[in-house]
């Protein structure tokens, strides 16, 4: 029999989310005894300032409506579980329950918040070359069900079903997926041989161009993709927003190691019709022809300065810090050519010959470059990630006069530019009353 694949238009909550999953046959193998897991994409959150949560994180209102349905079925032992990033060995997964209104659901609800940072965890060998720390809980959970948002993703040109359980592993495997000659779409597509989804819900309510993070731009997608079939889920979700299966790597290789197939002959798919629901997104950011910055260091005329484009080996902690750094070059620049400086970050990089400096970001970065002989002068802001404070002090000393504020005005621009919008509401970021 072929897998079942739902798509369904969101119209209310919790009776679109639930026609789905019979559509499906979700909750076919759930037993009211079940340990029941759910797993949210909780990317990262802050509470020092308000990103725009729109295709970013799983909206709160499909994890409460999960909740609503599992209490229904009759479960009675439910968890949420997620492992957001980790800065400065702090977790911000206690930040992001907080803000996005998970400690509401838990206390309404008597659900258990699990951060898988700070869990217990399993270590796993895949092969020769990986081993990964998998939390606990969640390979010890009877159900799990898997909740990614709907959204593209600059490294992986999407970030769904697959991807999403690579929350569960802990940060020193989180980081270790982003190997310096390892593909990072190679090492994610093994978790789900241990922790095996029972179920997986896409929240397409939102979705969101340019991702992972808040500043790709979101749009208003009101579907549901839901299947007991991860590969199949995925296939769907991507197709539902432009993209070629057999273009996505980590779909590929998932498929070639299961001896399985990318079309989508090969799946059942029920509900609302999927060529009437494909919104195509963009994935990737553009860059200047020579790898001298984003392609608006070229537009605007910014010269001396270069910036390699991000590769698969710039992790989660370091890429804020990375976007962070074109937005203060650009609050520093006067017209004028800055001072000879190449910066590189993630743990891939090599320093180019012809910069008076190279400012490596990063621990990873000054290990990968201790013994280039193309540095004249190296400036290492070591961190793992490197501290906001320590960037702006580096280039401020290398005599680029940046702003910091610059960054805050610029994620406020990201929230703002929702406000007067009536598709975006943060009503779907909290509990219902």
């Known amino acids: 029999m072929k897998p079942k694949i739902a798509l369904v238009n969101y119209e209310n909550s919790p009776d679109s989310l639930e026609k789905a999953i019979k559509l499906c046959d979700g909750f076919s193998k759930l037993e009211k005894r079940h340990n029941v897991l759910i797993k949210p994409n909780l990317l990262t959150w802050s509470e020092d300032v308000t990103y725009p949560p729109y295709g970013m994180v799983t909206t709160t209102r499909l994890i409460e409506d999960i909740i609503i349905l599992l209490k229904k079925h009759g479960c009675k032992d439910i968890s949420i579980g997620e492992g957001s990033v980790a800065m400065h060995g702090k977790s911000d997964t206690p930040v992001a329950f907080r803000g996005l209104g998970y400690k509401e659901l838990a206390d309404k609800y008597d659900v258990t918040l699990i951060d898988f940072?700070?869990?217990?965890?399993?270590?796993?060998?895949?092969?020769?070359?990986?081993?990964l720390l998998l939390a606990k809980p969640a390979l010890e959970a009877d159900f799990f069900i898997n909740v990614p948002v709907l959204k593209t993703h600059s490294q992986t040109k999407v970030s769904i079903a697959l991807k999403n359980v690579k929350g569960c592993?802990?940060?020193?495997?989180?980081?270790?997926?982003?190997?310096?000659k390892l593909s990072l779409e190679h090492c994610f597509q093994f978790i789900v041989d241990y922790i095996k989804p029972n179920l997986n819900i896409v929240d397409g309510i939102y979705a969101l161009n340019q991702g992972p993070l808040y500043f790709g731009k979101a749009i208003r997608k009101n579907v549901i993709i839901a299947s007991r079939n991860v590969l199949g889920t995925d296939l769907v979700a991507a197709k539902s927003i432009g993209f070629d299966p057999n273009k996505i790597t980590h779909f590929r290789e998932y498929a070639q190691r299961k001896d399985v197939s990318l079309h989508l002959k090969e799946y059942t798919l029920l509900g609302n019709d999927l060529e009437k629901n494909i919104t195509p997104l963009e994935w990737d950011w553009a860059w200047t022809e020579d790898n001298t910055g984003p392609s608006i260091f070229a537009k605007l005329g910014v010269e001396g300065i270069a910036i390699q484009k991000y590769d698969e080996s710039l992790c989660s902690g370091?890429?804020?810090?990375?976007?962070?750094?074109?937005?203060?070059i650009l609050s520093a620049f006067k017209k004028k050519p800055f001072p000879s400086i190449e910066i590189l970050n993630g743990k891939r990089m090599q320093a180019r010959p012809g910069y008076d400096t190279t400012l490596l970001l990063g621990n990873c970065i000054?290990?990968?470059?201790?013994?280039?002989?193309?540095?004249?002068?190296?400036?290492?802001?070591?961190?793992?990630?490197?501290?906001?404070?320590?960037?702006?002090?580096?280039?401020r000393d290398l005599g680029i006069s940046v702003n910091p504020e610059a960054y805050k005005k610029y994620i406020e621009k990201h929230t703002n530019?929702?406000?007067?919008?009536?598709?975006?509401?943060?009503?779907?970021?909290?509990?219902?009353?």
């Open 117 to 131: 940072n700070e869990s217990k965890s399993i270590k796993k060998k895949v092969n020769h070359e990986i081993s």
């Open 169 to 180: 592993l802990k940060p020193a495997s989180k980081k270790f997926c982003h190997h310096p």
């Open 318 to 328: 370091c890429s804020p810090i990375s976007n962070m750094v074109n937005i203060l």
């Open 366 to 395: 000054i290990r990968a470059n201790k013994e280039n002989l193309n540095i004249k002068n190296a400036y290492k802001v070591k961190g793992c990630p490197p501290k906001s404070e320590d960037v702006v002090s580096a280039l």
């Open 417 to 433: 530019k929702y406000l007067d919008n009536e598709d975006f509401s943060l009503a779907f970021y909290r509990t219902k009353l």
